[in-house]
């Protein structure tokens, strides 16, 4: 099924840039509950209320505060937000490969489809390959909607998988749990214990089929408003309709740079093949000033509403 892409730029590394787009890997399947006036079925939204004197305030009386002390705050307006937020570089810029089996999973949080655009497929699937071969993957930093992510490019069969990935700070330690240890010899089972508990899980053991497994309580609610549909029990809400958000196009094509990285890397520093890459992008891709002061605008505005 097609998506929409959502994001386009360049995976980057060394003085190679390969063009890609981002689409979406995942898509929510819970029960959304709306809140409607029964009286109106007019879709309900969210008050901004004074938590100590219970009333309403206007967006204008509005700022953002960092809580640094239990009931102490730093006011952050909304200028200095906009000077924090990460520059807009439109690239996946790999910062280190590592071994696949060191990353653990509860690192990892939303995976993206990555897409190969602009003539980049050649050069795509050698980076897919390398990695698939090696037992590599790529970390690496990426900017998307104003927020800079830690990411993990992963090989997939045919694709490449951008998963987004949680912070070090974000995850925390197993130091507080009572785990056992693998190291107790009291922990360790007995032989005949270890052989029956595999059996056991090789009697349960089977092919993944995503399919075979289903939200039992969606589907259950899914079919009382099929079952409500079709008896005429509906009600018309009218939604407010929203802007769709506008994506950058300013796609780098260095991969021709490819067989020069491959020659001259050897002993050369990462950050030097970094800043090198920078300066050749600059050569090679002069500035339309008609399509970056558009660009702009659609960036101040969308880091006006995220400070909104």
Do not use: C
């Given at each position: 099924m097609a998506t929409r892409t959502i994001w386009k730029g360049a995976i980057s590394f060394g003085l190679v840039h390969i063009p890609v787009g981002l689409h979406t890997?995942?898509?929510?399947?819970?029960?959304?509950?709306?809140?409607?006036?029964?009286?109106?079925?007019?879709?309900?939204?969210?008050?901004?209320?004074?938590?100590?004197?219970?009333?309403?305030i206007d967006r204008d009386n509005i700022v953002k505060g960092v809580e640094y002390e239990d009931g102490q705050y730093v006011v952050i307006s909304a200028d200095e937000i906009a000077d924090a937020y990460?520059?807009?570089?439109?690239?996946?810029?790999?910062?280190?490969?590592?071994d696949a089996a060191d990353v653990s999973f509860v690192f990892l949080e939303r995976p993206y489809y990555i897409e190969p655009i602009n003539r980049g497929h050649k050069v795509y699937a050698l980076l897919?390959?390398?990695?698939?071969?090696?037992?590599?993957?790529?970390?690496?930093?990426?900017?998307?909607?104003?927020?800079?992510?830690?990411?993990?490019?992963?090989?997939?069969?045919?694709?490449?998988?951008?998963?987004?990935?949680?912070?070090?700070?974000?995850?925390?330690?197993?130091s507080g749990l009572d785990l056992p240890s693998s190291r107790a010899k009291n922990m360790r089972p007995s032989a005949s214990e270890l052989k029956m508990a595999r059996m056991?899980?090789?009697?349960?053991?089977?092919?993944?089929?995503?399919?075979?497994?289903?939200?039992?309580?969606?589907?259950?609610?899914?079919?009382?408003?099929?079952?409500k549909?079709?008896?005429?029990?509906t009600e018309t809400v009218i939604e407010p309709q929203e802007e769709a958000p506008a994506?950058?196009?300013?796609?780098?094509?260095l991969t021709e740079l490819l067989q020069r990285s491959l020659k001259g890397a050897g002993g050369r520093a990462a950050k030097g093949a970094r800043?090198?890459?920078?300066?050749?992008?600059?050569?090679a891709a002069?500035?339309?000033?008609?399509?970056?002061?558009?660009?702009?605008?659609?960036?101040?505005?969308?880091?006006?509403?995220?400070?909104?």
């Amino acid at each position: 099924m097609a998506t929409r892409t959502i994001w386009k730029g360049a995976i980057s590394f060394g003085l190679v840039h390969i063009p890609v787009g981002l689409h979406t890997a995942t898509q929510d399947s819970g029960v959304d509950f709306d809140w409607l006036d029964k009286r109106t079925m007019d879709p309900v939204g969210y008050k901004r209320i004074n938590k100590r004197t219970g009333k309403e305030i206007d967006r204008d009386n509005i700022v953002k505060g960092v809580e640094y002390e239990d009931g102490q705050y730093v006011v952050i307006s909304a200028d200095e937000i906009a000077d924090a937020y990460p520059r807009t570089t439109q690239t996946i810029e790999i910062q280190r490969f590592v071994d696949a089996a060191d990353v653990s999973f509860v690192f990892l949080e939303r995976p993206y489809y990555i897409e190969p655009i602009n003539r980049g497929h050649k050069v795509y699937a050698l980076l897919r390959d390398t990695l698939a071969q090696t037992g590599k993957i790529g970390i690496a930093k990426v900017v998307i909607q104003t927020r800079q992510h830690l990411a993990a490019l992963i090989p997939s069969g045919d694709a490449l998988i951008l998963n987004l990935m949680r912070w070090g700070d974000e995850v925390k330690p197993m130091s507080g749990l009572d785990l056992p240890s693998s190291r107790a010899k009291n922990m360790r089972p007995s032989a005949s214990e270890l052989k029956m508990a595999r059996m056991l899980v090789e009697d349960m053991s089977g092919e993944w089929d995503p399919e075979e497994f289903k939200d039992e309580f969606r589907q259950a609610v899914m079919g009382l408003v099929e079952k409500k549909v079709r008896a005429g029990k509906t009600e018309t809400v009218i939604e407010p309709q929203e802007e769709a958000p506008a994506y950058a196009d300013n796609v780098i094509d260095l991969t021709e740079l490819l067989q020069r990285s491959l020659k001259g890397a050897g002993g050369r520093a990462a950050k030097g093949a970094r800043k090198s890459s920078a300066k050749s992008a600059r050569k090679a891709a002069p500035r339309k000033p008609a399509a970056r002061k558009s660009s702009g605008k659609a960036q101040k505005a969308a880091r006006a509403r995220k400070a909104a």
